[in-house]
């Protein structure tokens, strides 16, 4: 297993996202990403979710898998869109399952609760990141053979 602070970079290549400051949460169960606005729209192939990460960023989307329901920090529960993708941190290359939420009021824009992490990472709280900006951990990922998130 992989070491890593508190608080680390992320990438998110099936999303175009080079570098998310991303807190490591093991008191969080799921995992949560920030999206300003979204919206589902069906499709043959299953409902698609449509968001932007911020208010004038561009419209990304992914595969719906379902709504989880979430309870926050304060006790109030919600029910949250959730897709698959694969994330990068350090190197490592993995997939994990991301609920939606309006995290703006929040520092992190993207949460990793104990379903990515488990198996996966020691998480030391003392120290943040640990490893180097995605865009150069990505060179290493990059010569290894890629999966296709709709081979799944």
Avoid at 57 to 85: H, L, M, N, Q
Wanted: aromatic letters at 8%.
């Amino acid at each position: 297993m992989r070491q890593v602070g508190w608080r680390e970079w992320v990438r998110i290549p099936d999303l175009g996202v080079r570098r998310l400051r991303t807190k490591f949460d093991t008191g969080a169960r799921a995992c949560a990403l920030h999206a300003e606005e979204y919206y589902l729209k069906s499709s043959p192939r299953g409902d698609i979710i449509h968001f932007k990460l911020r208010a004038k960023s561009k419209w990304r989307k992914a595969p719906c898998i379902g709504y989880r329901t979430i309870k926050d920090t304060g006790g109030k529960v919600t029910e949250r869109p959730a897709f698959r993708t694969f994330l990068e941190v350090g190197g490592e290359r993995f997939e994990a399952e991301i609920c939606l939420v309006n995290r703006s009021a929040m520092r992190h824009r993207l949460i990793l609760g104990r379903q990515a992490i488990a198996g996966r990472f020691i998480v030391d709280a003392s120290r943040t990141f640990l490893h180097p900006l995605p865009s150069l951990a990505s060179e290493q990922i990059q010569s290894e053979p890629s999966q296709d998130l709709a081979k799944r």
